[in-house]
C-alpha cells in the first residue's frame, strides 16, 4: 500500500471515476477534482468515501488555490493525472471562437495549470507522477474535432517536453492515449457514425473506463521509474503506432 497523494481531474464521472477508484483500491490516498455536476459528484463521494474538490481546472488562480488546499487537507500531490476533458464537436467552418477556447482552454491549458502548480514540489521533494490522459484523436484527428484533436495532440507534445526538463528529478511524466471509451462523452457520438467507429476497432468492442485505469496506476507505481515520455494507446488496436 503506497500511501501517496493522487489527484485526478475530471474524477468523479466516466474515465477519471475509474481511475480514482482503481488508485484508491491500490492503496493511494485519492482526491477527484471536479467542474460542475455536483449531483454526480456528492454520489461519487457517498460510494466511495473519496473527497472531492470542485474548481475550474481551465482557470489558472482557481487550480493554484485548489492544490493548496489539497496540500493542506490531504497531503501535497504526488500523483498528478490530468483527465479532465471536454467535446465540442463541429466541423471548422461551422466551429465559433467560443467553441474552440473552450477546448482548447478545458483540455489544454488545464494541463498547464496543473503541471504548473504542482512541479516545484514535486522537483523538490524528488518524486513524481503526472500521467496526462490524450487521445487516439490527437495521435490521428477525427473528422468534427479540429478544437479537440488540437488540445488533445498538444498534451502529446507537452508530456514529452516534461519528461525532459524534469527525468534527472524523479519526476515522470506520460500520457496515455485511449481510444473510443464506453462512456458519457462517446455515448454523444450520432449512432451512425459511432458504428462504423466501433467497425473499425479490431478488438470489436468499446473499450471500459477501467482499460485505462489499468493503465494510469502502471505508470503511477514507484517502479515505473524508467517510463518517461511515453505514450500508452489503449484503444483495442484501432490505432497501431
Ligand atoms: N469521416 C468522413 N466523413 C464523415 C465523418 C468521418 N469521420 N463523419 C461524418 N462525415 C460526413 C457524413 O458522412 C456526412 O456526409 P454526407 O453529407 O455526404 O452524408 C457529412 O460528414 C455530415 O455528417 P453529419 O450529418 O454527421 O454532420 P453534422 O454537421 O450534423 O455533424 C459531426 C458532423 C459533428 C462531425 C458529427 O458527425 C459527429 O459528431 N461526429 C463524431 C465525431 C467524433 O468521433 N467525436 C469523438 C467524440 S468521443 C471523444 O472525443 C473521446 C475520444 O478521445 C476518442
Not at 471548422?92 to 503541471?115: A, I, P, R
Request: aromatic share 6%; proline share 2%.
Amino acid at each position: 500500500m503506497t500511501g501517496r497523494v493522487a489527484l485526478v481531474t475530471g474524477g468523479t464521472r466516466g474515465i477519471g471515476r475509474a481511475i480514482a477508484e482503481m488508485l484508491k483500491d491500490r492503496g493511494y490516498r485519492v482526491v477527484a477534482v471536479y467542474g460542475g455536476n455536483v449531483e454526480a459528484a456528492e454520489q461519487f463521494h457517498q460510494e466511495t468515501g473519496i473527497p472531492v474538490y470542485r474548481w475550474n481546472v481551465a482557470d489558472y488562480a482557481e487550480c493554484e488555490a485548489g492544490i493548496h488546499k489539497v496540500a493542506e487537507e490531504v497531503g501535497p500531490v504526488e500523483v498528478l493525472v490530468n483527465n479532465a476533458g471536454i467535446t465540442r464537436d463541429v466541423t471548422l467552418h461551422k466551429m465559433s471562437y467560443e467553441q474552440w477556447e473552450d477546448v482548447v482552454h478545458t483540455n489544454l491549458s488545464s494541463v498547464f495549470n496543473m503541471c504548473r502548480v504542482v512541479i516545484e514540489s514535486m522537483r523538490d521533494r524528488g518524486f513524481g507522477r503526472i500521467i496526462n490522459i490524450g487521445s487516439i484523436n490527437g495521435q490521428i484527428g477525427q473528422y468534427g474535432q479540429a478544437n479537440y484533436a488540437a488540445a488533445k495532440s498538444g498534451i502529446h507534445g507537452f508530456t514529452k517536453a516534461l519528461a525532459q526538463e524534469n527525468a534527472k528529478k524523479g519526476v515522470t511524466v506520460n500520457a496515455i492515449a485511449p481510444g473510443y471509451v464506453d462512456t458519457d462523452m462517446v455515448r454523444k457520438v450520432p449512432h451512425e457514425v459511432l458504428e462504423k467507429i466501433i467497425a473499425g476497432i479490431p478488438v470489436g468492442r468499446l473499450g471500459r473506463a477501467e482499460d485505462i485505469a489499468r493503465g494510469v496506476c502502471f505508470l503511477a507505481e514507484d517502479n515505473a521509474d524508467f517510463i518517461t515520455g511515453a505514450t500508452l494507446s489503449i484503444n483495442g488496436g484501432q490505432h497501431m503506432d
